[in-house]
């Protein structure tokens, strides 16, 4: 079990720039879940499905960032014209069917020079 | 609303003294509780969880954390800290129809030597 992976851990992109974050949950899980996380404002949720299906995307800045689960072995975010107070770690978990724990990748950190 | 609510951003104590990190958490009922601990530049990991029953809970690496319905509270204890438990304590929670986990802002620990 490589738990949940998260590539690349690391992304520099030019303000205006496009940048897509992968996501590849662990095996069998059913809910995969988006956070980013910032010194500022702590650990925010974004975006979560359920079977593929977006369930909650409550967290998701309404403008640029659009979030995708196109198969069951990944998850992608992408931020479109990227701004400097995009700059954060982005966290991806993922959780088996019903009320269990998440387990967290390693997050992507964007960087938005 | 739902939230998680941790009071003290940073807590530092000696090697070997007692530790408690405060959590309290607003929900209608009770919610599935969790502290996740996050080492420098890592992923959170999983310490303990609770979901029901015994409300004093053990988790890994000698961390144990006691539920208290009345004063809705998860706080989480360690009897004798070690220099490597330096790290960012986040507790969450879940309610029980749904899978999403709001987390708190997290409290960074630093064991001074």
């Known amino acids: 079990n490589a738990g949940v992976i998260q590539t690349p851990r690391h992304k520099v992109t030019g303000k205006g720039q496009e940048a897509t974050l992968w996501c590849e949950p662990i095996?069998?899980?059913?809910?995969v879940f988006w956070y980013r996380q910032t010194i500022v404002q702590g650990l925010e949720f974004l975006t979560y499905?359920?079977?593929?299906?977006?369930?909650?995307d409550s967290g998701m800045p309404k403008e640029r960032f659009s979030a995708q689960m196109p198969n069951q072995s990944h998850s992608t975010l992408k931020i479109q014209s990227t701004q400097p107070q995009d700059s954060a770690v982005y966290l991806c978990?993922?959780?088996?069917?019903?009320?269990?724990?998440?387990?967290f990748g390693k997050g992507t950190r964007l960087t938005v020079v | 609303a739902q939230s998680v609510t941790q009071p003290d951003a940073r807590v530092t104590v000696s090697e070997g003294a007692s530790l408690q990190l405060r959590c309290k958490y607003s929900?209608?009922?009770?919610?599935?509780l969790f502290w996740y601990v996050q080492y420098q530049r890592q992923g959170l990991q999983l310490l303990l969880k609770?979901?029901?029953?015994?409300?004093v809970v053990q988790g890994v690496n000698g961390f144990e954390a006691e539920f208290s319905k009345s004063d809705s509270s998860f706080h989480l204890r360690k009897a004798s800290v070690h220099w490597s438990d330096s790290a960012v304590y986040f507790c969450?929670?879940?309610?029980?129809?749904?899978?999403?986990?709001?987390f708190g802002t997290g409290t960074r620990l630093q064991v001074s030597p």
């Open positions: 095996s069998g899980h059913s809910a």
């Open positions: 969450a929670a879940r309610s029980s129809n749904t899978d999403k986990v709001v």
């Open positions: 978990a993922s959780s088996l069917q019903g009320y269990t724990e998440v387990f």
């Open positions: 929900y209608s009922g009770t919610p599935y």
């Open positions: 499905f359920r079977n593929q299906a977006p369930i909650d």
């Open positions: 609770y979901y029901s029953g015994d409300p």
